[in-house]
Each structure stands twice: as C-alpha cells, then as structure tokens.
Nanobody, 124 residues
C-alpha cells in the first residue's frame, strides 16, 4: 500500500514536496516513481529512483526543477518540486515495482503498486 501526500494549491514559481509512504512490515521494491496526470491527458512519467543504489531518472521537462529521493528506513519516496508553473498542475501518483527494468521506467504498465494520487495546482 502506497500513500501519497503533500499536494496543494500554490502560485507559479513556488515549491512543494510530495511524500509517498509504503505501509506494511516490509517494502521490497526495485524502483519507486512519480507520475502525473493533468486534466484530459494521459498519465505521464515524472521521475524514478532506484531503491537500492539511489540512481535517479527524470522526464526532460522537470530536470533541474524536481528532485526525487527516498528514505529507505522510512519506506518513503519524495518528490521535491521547484520553479513550478501552471503546466505542472496535475494529480501526482507514486508507484513502485520490484520488477521494472531501467529501459521501461517511463511506462506506467510496468508498475504494480500505486498510491491514490495527490492534487497539485499551480496558479499563474
């Protein structure tokens, strides 16, 4: 079970940190990721992190503005977002997979575990 939180309403240029906690006694995953879905659009890949080594991967549009990180002791993955624009407005979902491979990180079908989503709204 993944539980996402931290969304909100803010102005362009602002920052926000999303959190996603994995509940349960153990959390075994290979990658954790964030996706987002804007109104009327498909769910898109935002960022992913290798749970063990910490390698990170980003969609081009968020590179330099967003940072994905994880705390293995707390079973939590974070998405620090900065320099937000109205184009970042979306429902943000966390996901995890014990089997996804690096070449398939951006495919939502590769992830079996999903959080419920948290709304981020950026006003101009």
């Amino acid at each position: 079970q993944l539980q996402a939180s931290g969304g909100g309403l803010l102005q362009a240029g602002g920052s926000l940190r999303l959190s996603c906690v994995a509940s349960g006694r153990t959390f075994s995953t290979r990658y954790a990721a964030w996706f987002r879905q804007a109104p009327g659009k498909e769910r898109d890949f935002v960022a992913a992190i290798n749970w063990g080594a910490g390698y990170t991967y980003y969609q081009d549009s968020v590179k330099g503005r967003f940072t994905i990180s994880r705390d293995r002791t707390e079973n939590t993955v974070y998405l620090q977002m900065g320099s937000l624009t109205p184009e970042d407005t979306a429902v943000y979902y966390c996901a995890a997979s014990a089997s996804v491979i690096q070449s398939n990180l951006a495919s939502q079908n590769a992830y079996a575990n999903w959080g419920q989503g948290t709304q981020v709204t950026v006003s101009s």
